[in-house]
């Protein structure tokens, strides 16, 4: 069965220090990938997908960006944190090309001070 | 217009009794059709998809879809405490598989 990962669960980071957090899918062979941000209160905002290695569209311009470095590998990052980075982090895969759905990761909770 | 809207809530329900949430979206080359739920502080986790007009039912979940009036709702029967949460609508378009989600209805199962 298919599983992902999603790390680390929160993290508090100062206003302008560096960002990586990672994405890994096991159980399947070239998912699409999604990184969505859900701020306090608010809805999914699509980030970033990818269909295939080296494959990112952006979704939002925005001090963030993403790299899929493996098949079932996404990295999330940032140069340099903004307050308004602060939000809840999610991970997603589905099965192309068909629309079956996502599966969500737990999560990375973060606050940005 | 919002891609895809819900009423946010809180929708309060009595335990035992239906709980009615609905969805609207405004693309319509729009195909599939998702309900998530999110319990606070977690991520949300997939509990009904539906593709084609009608009714669809899974246990006490009951999706509706109406690509005329670009309206999809969710039922939930005798609906319990553990229902509590934030129901997310999610809608996907024919070209390609992102989900748009709309920003969720918080619904309250009050013993």
């Known amino acids: 069965s298919q599983t992902i990962h999603q790390w680390p669960a929160t993290l508090v980071q100062p206003v302008g220090s560096p960002l990586s957090l990672e994405c890994t899918v096991e159980g399947t062979s070239n998912p699409n990938l999604y990184w969505y941000r859900q701020a306090a209160g608010r809805g999914l905002q699509l980030l970033f997908y990818s269909i295939g290695i080296d494959q990112i569209s952006s979704e939002v311009p925005q001090n963030l960006s993403a790299s899929r470095p493996q098949d079932r590998q996404f990295i999330l990052s940032s140069k340099k944190l903004l307050l308004s980075d602060s939000g809840f982090y999610l991970c997603?895969?589905?099965?192309?090309?068909?629309?079956?759905?996502?599966?969500f990761g737990s999560g990375t909770r973060l606050t940005v001070v | 217009q919002k891609e895809v809207e819900q009423n946010s809530g809180p929708l309060s329900v009595p335990e035992g009794a239906i709980a009615s949430l609905n969805c609207t979206y405004s693309?319509?080359?729009?195909?599939?059709f998702f309900w998530y739920r999110q319990y606070s502080g977690k991520s949300p986790e997939l509990i009904m998809s539906i593709y084609s007009n009608g009714d669809k039912e899974d246990g006490r979940f009951t999706a509706q879809l109406n690509k005329a009036s670009q309206y999809v709702s969710l039922l939930i029967r005798d609906s319990q405490p553990s229902d509590s949460a934030t129901y997310l609508c999610a809608v996907s378009k024919a070209a390609g598989n992102k989900l748009t989600f709309g920003g969720g209805t918080r619904v309250l199962v009050k013993p």
């Open positions: 693309d319509r080359v729009s195909q599939s």
């Open positions: 997603a895969w589905s099965l192309p090309p068909g629309n079956y759905g996502y599966t």
